[in-house]
């Protein structure tokens, strides 16, 4: 659950990163924008910030914004239906980012968020730097994290079907609900 104060002020720090990456993006898109805080209650911590160009049947193209030290859980990408589940490509535009994927642990940079253990399986550790990219097959479980600097990349991908992804971490709901600022005091 995020506060919408909180949505507005998170989905303007994530536009600028965005902007200031060279990306140009149109206010309708910054007003789409997705803030997931995946049900956890600490963006700042476990989320991640998605600005969707288009997603159509077969292909998808997003915009990614990690804020400073901001990690986006461990999940996959499962099938759905006749879909064998998102072939996807992450490329780094601007900052540092950590990227894990099956294999010899040989996390370096990275941390695992504290209290978080045993949602963060798979510890193979590949730094990417701006123009560097890597490729997730079906199925293959991932997760990502940011330095103190954020970083901002491109998503492209097969079909996007956010609420069919799945998370190592059984607290995670992929449905990110904003409630307004007085429904919480109450
Ligand atoms: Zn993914």
């Known amino acids: 659950m995020i506060k919408r104060s ?3 002020r998170v989905r303007q720090i994530a536009a600028d990163m965005i902007e200031k ?3 140009a993006i149109t206010q309708e898109e910054i007003e789409q924008m ?3 805080d ?3 209650g600490r963006l700042a911590i476990e989320g991640v910030q998605v600005v969707t160009f288009f997603n159509t049947q077969r292909v998808c193209a997003k915009v990614i914004a990690l ?3 901001q990690t986006e859980p461990e999940h996959w990408h499962p099938a759905v239906g006749d879909d064998p ?3 996807e490509t992450i490329r780094v535009i601007k900052g540092n980012v950590y990227f894990y994927t099956e294999g010899e642990d040989n996390q370096k940079y990275g941390f695992i968020p504290e209290g978080k253990e045993d949602c963060y399986t ?3 550790e590949t730094v990417l730097k701006p123009t560097d ?3 997730l097959m079906p199925g293959e479980k991932h997760w990502f994290q940011t330095d103190m600097d954020g970083a901002v990349m491109y998503c492209f991908s097969s079909c996007a079907r956010d609420l069919k992804d799945q998370f190592t971490d059984p607290a995670i709901d992929r449905d990110t609900v904003i409630v307004d600022d007085e429904e919480v005091i109450k």
């Open 67 to 69: 804020l400073p030290n």
């Open 122 to 124: 798979v510890r193979h």
């Open 21 to 23: 990456a060279g990306i």
């Open 34 to 36: 997705q803030v997931v």
């Open 38 to 40: 995946l049900g956890l």
């Open 133 to 135: 990219q890597i490729t």
């Open 6 to 8: 909180e949505y507005l």
């Open 85 to 87: 589940g998102k072939e």
